[in-house]
């Protein structure tokens, strides 16, 4: 499945977001941050397929959670009180949005930001496969 974005097709859209000044003990618990991410991946109308998060020492997490729509994932930085995300969907179903506003109303950072890359943009594929670029 594609999406429209006024004229143009993509395959796929990518939220990348920051929070910042995040004070909330799951940013070193891995569970904590498995489950946190796997209700956003629900919150977002995603299907789960795995799940897979690790943790460091002496701190920070990094995890994935894998959908049928692409995948969620995370890292963190507790001694920074910071989290990166990044959420890719491909198709019409999904809401990464709504995953990003999950993620804030749980890690409640003082302030946070969110960038949209459009991802496989048909025409340009196209164009390649026909070696017209």
Known sequence: MSFY?????FLGKQLLGELYSCDHG??????KMKEIMEAAAITANTTIVQSVFH????HGVSG?????????AVHTWPEHNFVSVDFYTCGDTA???K???YLVHVLAPNS??????????????????????
């Open 5 to 9: 974005k006024g004229e143009e097709i």
């Open 55 to 58: 943790h460091f020492s002496p």
């Open 95 to 97: 809401f990464p949005e």
């Open 112 to 133: 946070y930001e969110l960038k949209e890359v459009n991802r496989g943009d048909l025409k340009k594929i196209d164009q390649f496969a026909k070696k017209e670029i």
């Open 26 to 31: 799951a940013l070193n618990d891995p569970q």
């Open 64 to 72: 994935v959670v894998v959908i049928q729509e692409s995948h969620f």
């Open 99 to 101: 995953a990003m506003e």
